[in-house]
């Protein structure tokens, strides 16, 4: 299991999708993961520092998870398969408690920010990505990719978000 | 305290903005709230019945609430303030601990028809929305926009859901 941290947050201009990229803390692999607009937003707008008078939906779910007194321990993005990223969240309630819980990596990503949870990745998904394509063509096109993103800016879905 | 249901969810034609309309269970009295497009979805997506391989992020609030063994008792639409909603999540853990979440209604209402808690609007709200406009103009308006409106379909927000 990697410690990861957000590399980019970018728009495929093909696309017009919104891309998570991952890296390792502690190494130069990335991960990109096409996401959806109001998860990208999610995260977007909570690294702009932009503060909303109203919880927006993720901020809802740290509330709850407070409001439990519970602790979002870590997230890990645990599997690949078909084309789809699956990740845990491992929450921690009375200590004694625990509950793991499948969700999508960028709500998992989203979430992990507002509670200053760690993200991890599973050795197997690197495997994952690797096997489909040679690890030589996979960082070239992980350098073509970060070329060919551009950084995200909150305004591009701003709209997304509020109300 | 009213209970209340959803009566439509609409895409307001002017500013194509979603409208969530809220109509009491046993009465006429209806409560337009306009809301995020991602939020709109949430809902719309939940009533087609449509199903999804991954957790949708108020599905992941669904299970993080479950997880914990809780329980939504309600939710409250509470206040109006400057033509801004507030809602509130009634969060029940072991019987014994309780948990009350600010929250925006869009979410509230996405969340409890997951869960299948009662949705309720406080009299003071029905009193502020008529305050600001006679009753007889509120009425018509109320006509109006339900006129106006035309019904959602999922798919005009699909995109935004997914990934």
Redesign the interface.
């Known amino acids: 299991m990697v410690k990861v941290v957000i590399d980019t947050m970018a728009l495929d201009p093909n696309t017009n ?2 891309v998570m990229v991952l890296k390792e803390e502690k190494g130069v692999r990335t991960l990109p993961i ?6 990208a ?2 995260i977007a707008l909570y690294r702009s520092n932009k503060k909303f ?3 927006l ?2 901020d ?2 740290k ?3 407070e ?2 007194h ?1 602790r979002l321990v870590k997230i890990v993005i645990d599997d690949l398969k078909d084309n ?1 990223f ?1 990740a845990k ?1 491992y ?1 921690e ?1 009375d200590q004694n408690k625990a ?6 990596p ?2 998992a990503v989203a979430l992990a920010l507002r509670l200053n949870a760690p993200l991890f990745v599973e050795e197997k998904v690197w495997e994952a990505q690797t096997k489909a394509e040679p690890k030589a063509q996979e960082e070239k096109k992980a350098d073509e990719l970060r070329k060919n993103l551009r950084d995200i800016d909150p305004s591009d879905f701003g ?5």
């Not at 096409?34 to 998860?39: F, L, P, S, T, V």
């Not at 509950?99 to 999508?104: L, N, Q």
């Not at 709209?159 to 109300?163: F, R």
């Open positions: 999708t919104p096409w996401i959806g607009i109001a998860e937003s999610a008078e109203r919880p939906t993720h809802l779910m509330l709850i998870i409001g439990f519970a789809t699956f969240l929450l309630i509950a793991v819980i499948d969700a999508r960028s709500d709209k997304y978000s509020l109300g």
